[in-house]
């Protein structure tokens, strides 16, 4: 029987830091009894350790047991064994265990790359002929300034993919890039030496903030010079088929100008300059072009607070009617926090931060496309030491209530039964719930970097290892990555390019608790919330994948990288 692969045993399957937790969750009826880890060819055992008890999982109720073998620390490569069940796949215990994925993980957004040849040399087997050249791109009806009328054209090229569709929206690039940008902030050290293999690699600037400034320069595009409002986003009227880039042909259009999408903007040009101020060198002028971008479309929002993207009434109103994604959000409250905390941080002036109520009420929402409160919580704890009073005054309830949402998370954490703080409840298994475990992830290192302590940095690395394997679907949601991992994503390169392997690096949106209700894929195996999934290119709503899942898994996977020795037992 061991000598049987088994999918009831659930692991990382990329592997464990040596002095780290290390936890595999048995699924399935079974004896009391010892597990052994073995090295792969089954001949040798290393480690010798006692299953838990059986617990009935949260949702499923499935009987599963813990195998826990944080005290084997040796190097190597080996296999979990579990009398009567089989084994498991193989996985590695060793220092920059997840390096490759931190680093594949960016490189995912390098594949998403518009408006460019990926060549062989960066790209591999998935080497393709660029898509989306955007350099003729049309003002849709919707979007008209007396400068730029309807039906004329402006060249908007570069930016990534948003997700496994064709078109690029400002809302959803916001956050993708305020968490991108930030993770280089959180951790310079560990960037600045991370080589993707893109074209920019060894020009002095870290990898991550030249994968960053292909969609910075297209961001930059999106604003109307005139009055400094920015277009919600550029797209076809309606979603391509499954096609290549290169195949795509449909008209191109910027649609309608928006709050979310002005104030998400003001945020990433406020950081990016920030960031790019440093790299006045390799890039003359870029620091002051963002923020003189940040600044006009901050005070474009001020004159238009309330601009909601409604495609609907949209649609009632302006030709061609425009079907693809819409982002749509009419709470603006958190997107006002986020530009004022960037503009703020990086102009030191007290206006910004003034003009915005810091603290409206004690909530602590996790990111989401529509609510980015906390991403401008997070930049102001990074630069505590150097806020002005009228922002320091609050610093100390922002860090309470951070430290309080991070001990929320890990409540029960400890006893669950796949021991990862992703799964408290049902309403962790939302669409893209795997950028829920990321995002909770960051919260968890913001408050071990406030605290130093360290059961905040097991607790945000045991969901890089539900990400990873340890999960009810028993996938790797991270393509490329683990034995089982995901193979048929959404995503209409991986769909159309005739090659086996998904492109890596992207990570699945995972179990959906409504996903089959949503996209009616008949392909679903199980109707429990956090099994609702299914590795089929039909499912947009459990196996899609998106710049603002993989962006958050970017950062949680680096802040593991480099606070590796931290997390020891
Ligand atoms: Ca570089
Ligand atoms: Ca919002």
């Not at 993980?105 to 087997?125: C, H, N, V």
């Not at 109103?317 to 994604?325: A, D, L, M, R």
């Not at 009419?330 to 926090?337: G, L, M, N, Q």
């Not at 499912?539 to 994948?545: C, G, H, L, P, Q």
Request: aromatic share 12%.
């Amino acid at each position: 029987m061991e000598q049987q692969l088994s999918e009831n045993i659930r692991l990382n399957q990329v592997g464990y830091y040596p002095n780290a937790p290390k936890m595999a969750v048995v699924v399935g009826e079974m004896e009391d009894g010892e597990f052994y880890v073995k090295t792969p060819d089954l001949q040798e055992t290393v480690y010798t350790g006692q299953l838990t008890a059986t617990k009935a999982g949260e949702f499923s109720n499935r009987p599963t047991r813990v195998a826990d073998f944080s005290n084997y620390k040796e190097p190597g490569s080996y296999v979990l064994v579990i009398p009567g069940i089989g084994h498991s796949y193989e996985f590695e215990i060793d220092r920059d265990v997840h390096k490759d994925v931190a680093a594949a993980s960016i490189k995912g957004f390098y594949y998403q790359r518009m408006s460019t040849d990926l060549p062989e040399q960066y790209a591999g087997k998935w080497a393709r002929a660029a898509g989306h050249p955007d350099n003729e791109v049309l003002i849709h009806p919707s979007a008209v300034s007396t400068q730029r009328p309807a039906g004329s054209v402006i060249s908007a090229p570069r930016g990534w993919y948003d997700a496994g569709d064709y078109n690029k929206y400002i809302v959803n690039s916001g956050i993708s890039m305020g968490t991108l940008l930030s993770a280089y902030e959180d951790f310079p050290g560990f960037y600045k030496n991370l080589e993707l293999n893109i074209p920019e690699s060894g020009n002095n600037v870290p990898d991550i903030l030249d994968e960053a400034l292909w969609n910075l320069r297209w961001m930059m595009a999106m604003q109307d010079p005139e009055d400094g409002g920015v277009y919600n986003k550029l797209t076809n009227p309606s979603f391509e088929g499954m096609i290549m880039p290169a195949e795509a042909s449909k008209p191109r259009y910027v649609v309608q100008k928006g709050t979310a999408a002005t104030l998400d903007f003001a945020a990433v040009m406020a950081q990016a300059s920030r960031i790019f101020s440093n790299y006045e060198s390799e890039f003359p002028g870029l620091a002051d072009s963002a923020l003189v971008a940040a600044v006009k479309a901050w005070s474009w929002a001020q004159r238009n607070p309330n601009v909601d993207y409604d495609q609907n009434a949209m649609n009632k109103q302006f030709k061609p009617e425009v079907s693809t994604g819409g982002y749509g959000d009419k709470d603006y409250s958190d997107e006002f926090i986020w530009a004022a905390a960037e503009l703020y941080v990086t102009t030191k002036q007290d206006t910004y931060y003034n003009e915005v109520n810091m603290l409206p009420d004690n909530k602590m929402p996790l990111p989401s496309w529509p609510q980015v409160r906390l991403l401008g919580y997070y930049t102001l704890n990074r630069f505590s030491s150097e806020l002005t009073p009228a922002a320091q005054k609050d610093l100390p309830e922002i860090q309470k209530r951070l430290v309080s949402f991070a001990d929320e998370l890990i409540d029960g954490a400890d006893t669950r039964t796949y021991r990862t703080v992703m799964g408290k409840t049902e309403g962790d298994y939302i669409w893209g719930s795997s950028s829920v475990a990321a995002n909770q992830g960051i919260v968890l290192i913001q408050a071990y970097q406030l605290t130093d302590n360290k059961k905040y940095l097991k607790a945000a690395l045991s969901n890089l290892d539900y990400l990873l394997g340890r999960n009810a679907t028993g996938y790797s949601f991270l393509t490329g990555f683990g034995e089982k991992s995901v193979m048929k994503p959404h995503h209409r390169p991986s769909v159309a390019d005739g090659i086996e392997e998904p492109v890596p690096g992207l990570l699945s949106g995972g179990p959906n608790a409504r996903a089959d209700k949503q996209d009616n894929c008949t392909t679903y195996q199980s109707s429990f919330a956090d099994e609702m999934f299914t590795d089929d290119d039909c499912s947009y709503a459990s196996n899609e994948i998106a710049i603002n899942w993989n962006a958050p898994f970017v950062y949680l996977a680096g802040a593991i990288e480099a606070l590796q020795d931290r997390a020891a037992l």
